[in-house]
Every structure is written in C-alpha cells, then in structure tokens.
C-alpha cells in the first residue's frame, strides 16, 4: 500500500466514516451525543486493529485511543455535544504534554520520530550527531518546543470553534484544521531543519579541513 493510498484510508475512517455516521443517525433523529459517539467507534476500531496486527502498542496510537475514548465517555456520562467534539482539542493538548515531558528525557520525541524508518547508517549518523553537535540537539529540542505550542494552539482554537459552529459544519472543518497544521509543521521543521543541517555540515567540515 503506498503512502497516498494509506493517507486516503486514514481520512476517511478517522474523518469520513464518523462524520457519515453523525449524518446519517442525525437525519434518523439520534441525539447528538449518541451519534458522534458511534462515529468514534470507526477510529477507535482503526487503532485496536493496528495494535492486533504490529503486535506493539505505539505511544501516538494510545494517546489518539485515550483521548477519543476520554472524550465520548465524558460526553455520554454528562450528555455533553461539546465535549464529544473536543477529543481533537484533548488530542492535541495530550501530544503537546508529551512533546514537552520528551525535553527532560535524554532525547526528545521528535528525535525519535524523525528517525523511525531509517537505515540503520542514517541512525547511527543521527545518534553520532546527537551525541557530538550542539547545534543538532538545539535544533530538536527547538522543533520539539515549536509543534507543542503549535498542538496547544490549534487546539485551543477547535475548542473555541465548538459553541460557535453548528456540528455538522465543525466536524469537517476540525479535521481540516487539524490536517492543515500539520501539514504547516511538517513543512517548517523541514525547511528549518534543512537549513539547519547544511549549517551543521558546514560548520563540521571547516572544523576537519587542514588549517
């Protein structure tokens, strides 16, 4: 499966499917609590399924689960539509707190996101640059700092949105939002981090060239 068609699948059982689901129990005259709960069970089914067939349990994968299943469970007990459509909002701030916690770890998270897939040469490079390059560990720990407050902020703005936007509007617009911002951070940290790299390279290679 290419990573397109792997996106489009995650859209839609993460996006499309709830926001049919709401529609559709909405039109039949199911509350809206109970039907952007049953949406959720799409999601939720999604990350259980993962979990069975990789056989690991993924930190982002039982914050998405936690914060979903926080969520709808709050929203049923307390009859609540607003904080059955703030799991985005608790996502994020959850993400956020766990970026933030990884700055007193030896390593920060996104060091380890950045490098989960690589060849075991790229890592090693990575870790070789970790452990001798102060301008490379600033440079995670900065990205670190950037996509939590960026996580805190489009959260926090979905939050605000909910009372103000009628639900089947907020649903389509909340995952555009949150697509949205990622896509903005992926392509900071990776114009910032590139440039940062070349600085890098370059500073090392001045350092080894024969006076």
């Not at 103000?164 to 907020?170: D, H, K, V």
């Not at 951070?185 to 001045?206: F, L, P, T």
């Amino acid at each position: 499966m290419t990573e397109r068609t792997t996106l489009l699948r995650d859209i839609g059982v993460n996006a499309g499917l709830p926001y049919a689901t709401y529609l559709l129990l909405s039109y039949q005259g199911v509350p809206a609590v109970q039907a952007l709960a049953a949406g959720s069970v799409f999601p939720i089914g999604a990350i259980v399924v993962g979990f069975v067939r990789e056989r690991r349990v993924q930190a982002l994968g039982m914050i998405v689960l936690a914060a979903t299943l926080a969520s709808m469970l709050a929203a049923l007990y307390f009859t609540s539509p607003f904080l059955a459509q703030a799991k985005g909002s608790l996502f994020s701030a959850l993400f956020s707190a766990l970026l933030l916690g990884s700055l007193l770890a030896r390593r920060p998270l996104v060091f380890h996101l950045a490098t989960i897939g690589q060849a075991a040469e790229d890592r090693h490079q990575a870790d070789t640059l970790w452990d001798t390059e102060p301008r490379y560990r600033r440079m995670m720990r900065r990205i670190t700092v950037v996509w939590a407050v960026a996580l805190l902020v489009e959260g926090a703005l979905r939050l605000v949105l909910i009372p103000l936007l009628p639900i089947a509007l907020f649903l389509p617009l909340s995952e555009a939002m949150s697509l949205g911002c990622l896509g903005l951070m992926m392509a900071w940290a990776w114009r910032y981090g590139s440039r940062q790299m070349e600085q890098i390279e370059s500073h090392r290679g001045d350092a080894v060239s024969p006076g």
